[in-house]
């Protein structure tokens, strides 16, 4: 069915792009590195006999015509952005077992009633701007021109990061799909984690995505010298923020799916012997259910205000992003039991912690996605590794399912 030593090859082939003398990936959105990765893609978007093109705010789409051109389009993809020093699996394989599945189709002559289109979407990790999903939004019509001035750690916004690679930010507008256009869109993605592995399988079936939010936290003190400041006399924003991070912690571990992640600090003037004056570091809480998810924040938030006031600092908290969990259809699952069953492949349901493109076309289409076991759970690193007869295992699987769903029944 799928050729596994070709979605094999182009996986390793994508991996050099990008690649750090530490062995991870560094693949950030609107970059020279992001530019040759597509470059490549689209080459084998076109072996695959697709009609590929890039849309206003950089996806790279690849369209396998239907005997249907005017119904509804069924998608599948992923992205090819990484994080830095990430690994090789996490998003590529989405794309290419999509272009693996398109070009089996083809070399065995079948058309789909529906057309079907793989997309590499744009900036799904958000690693250089701190704002992701830029791409799954832009075509969901969810991107608004304001956030386009998310700035990199040199100062570059997305909006001139776009022009500077021939993109035209007034008509992001331009990638928007109009409701009904979109039948579904599947993916699929390594797990990211440990559960398929320790059962013994290849693939899974995801029910629902624990959707991100995320928070910028400003502590701000009184910044002094460190040698003549008397410990009870101190406004350190840096033990304040400490002590919110530990709250962080335990909050999200009072929770039974709640995960709270502090990822970035930043502490100013950063002098080894300077108290420090302000704090910032950002929160990502994660879980499938959005009202638990909304009253651990916010617990989270008064005991910050709690601590800063207690201490004599002042807080302010910013929202990032903040993307609803989701529930993934019944149609789509049912599809990827049935190709299971084709295949000959034992699967399971399992839950997404991570955030997927699929989050932001939940208003658009019913979406799914198919897991890939991943070995020791390893992901965002270089180590990430999911085996070859595995990647073909969920590329088979998709092959199935988007034959069912681009069904005009």
Not at 12 to 37: D, N, W, Y
Not at 234 to 242: C, F, N, V
Request: aromatic fraction near 4%; include cysteine.
């Amino acid at each position: 069915m799928v050729n596994q030593e070709r979605l094999w090859r182009r996986l390793m082939a994508l991996g050099e792009v990008g690649k750090q003398a530490s062995g991870g990936i560094t693949r950030l959105a609107f970059t020279r590195e992001e530019r040759e990765a597509k470059d490549l893609v689209s080459k084998w978007m076109q072996e695959a006999g697709l009609e590929v093109r890039e849309d206003a705010v950089g996806n790279l789409i690849g369209r396998k015509e239907g005997v249907h051109p005017e119904a509804a389009v069924v998608l599948a993809g992923s992205h090819i952005d990484s994080v830095f020093h990430g690994g090789n699996f996490d998003g590529p394989l989405g794309v290419l077992a999509a272009v693996e599945a398109l070009q089996c189709m083809g070399e065995a002559g079948i058309q789909p009633e529906r057309p079907i289109e793989v997309v590499a979407f744009t900036d799904e990790e958000g690693a250089r701007f701190r704002f992701g999903m830029t791409g799954s939004r832009g075509l969901a019509g969810n991107l608004r021109i304001e956030e386009l001035e998310a700035q990199d750690d040199a100062g570059v916004s997305i909006a001139e990061a776009m022009r500077a690679c021939g993109f035209n930010p007034a008509r992001i507008g331009e990638a928007a799909r109009p409701k009904g256009s979109v039948h579904a869109y599947v993916e699929v993605h390594i797990e990211q984690g440990k559960v398929l592995e320790q059962t013994g399988l290849q693939v899974g079936v995801v029910t629902g995505l624990a959707g991100p939010l995320w928070l910028k936290f400003t502590v701000t003190g009184t910044a002094g010298h460190a040698g003549t400041t008397p410990m009870a006399l101190r406004s350190d924003a840096l033990t304040g923020a400490a002590e919110i991070i530990l709250e962080i912690e335990q909050a999200a571990a009072r929770e039974t799916r709640t995960v709270g992640t502090v990822g970035q600090l930043t502490v100013y003037p950063g002098g080894v012997n300077i108290i420090p004056g302000r704090v910032e570091f950002t929160l990502d809480l994660r879980d499938v259910d959005a009202s638990t998810r909304r009253a651990v924040a916010d617990e989270i938030c008064r005991n910050a205000e709690q601590i800063c006031a207690n201490r004599g600092l002042t807080l302010s908290v910013e929202t990032l992003q903040d993307i609803a969990p989701l529930a993934c259809a019944k149609e789509i699952q049912d599809a990827i039991y049935d190709a299971c069953e084709t295949v000959g492949i034992k699967t399971m349901p399992v839950v997404s912690g991570a955030g997927h493109d699929c989050m932001q076309l939940q208003d658009l289409c019913p979406v799914g996605m198919i897991f890939v076991r991943s070995k020791d759970g390893i992901s965002h690193h270089p180590d990430e590794w999911s085996a070859p007869e595995d990647c073909a295992a969920g590329a088979s699987v998709l092959y199935h399912t988007l034959l069912k769903l681009a069904h005009l029944g």
